[in-house]
C-alpha cells in the first residue's frame, strides 16, 4: 500500500513536471533549431563552364543532433539546379540523376559532394564561370531554413558525367551547342 501510494505520488509527480516542461518549450521565444544552424560548408567549388551544364562539389558538416535534409539549390550561376546523385544506368554504365528525396547530412556527420558522386547540378549556366572567379550558391533546407555559400570556380576535366537517359534531353542541347559554332569563314 506504502508502495503503490509513493508510485502513483512519483507517477503525479513526474507528470507536473512533464506538463511544465511542455509548457515551457511551447512558449518558449527562442525557435526551435533550425536545420542551417547545424550547417557547416567547406570545400566547396564549382567547375568552370561557358554555358549548359556544371556541376558544384562540397562538403557539408552537420554539428547538429539530428539529420539535416537538403531538399534544393539555387545560384544566381544558373536559372535552375538538382540535387543530382551518380547510379548504375541500364546498361551497366554510371549516369547521373536527381536523387530522390534530396542529400540527407547525418546528425554529428559530414556528406561529402564530390566528382563521380552526389553533387549539385547547374542545369543551364546563365553567364561563363571562369576559373578564379566565385559564384554565390544557396542550399535549401527540409525545414525551410536555407544557407548561402560562395565556392570557387576551377578548372577540371573531371566530372563528364552522363545524364541518365530519359530523365531529360540534355544530350540534344548539347548537341544544338555544337551546330551552333560558326563555321570557319572559307577563303580567310
Ligand atoms: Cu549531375
Redesign the pocket.
Known sequence: MTLSRRTSTMLAALSVTGLILTGCSSNEPVAAAKESDSVVVREQWVKAADSGMT?AFAELQNTGDSDVHVVGASSPASSTM?L?EMATGADGAMV?RPKEGGFVIPAGGTHVLAAGGD?L?LMDVTSPLTPGADAEFTLEFEDASSTTFTAQVRDFSGAQ?N?EPGSMDMDMDMDMDGSATPAPTPGG
Open positions: 556541376a538538382e543530382h547521373m553533387h547540378m558525367e545524364y
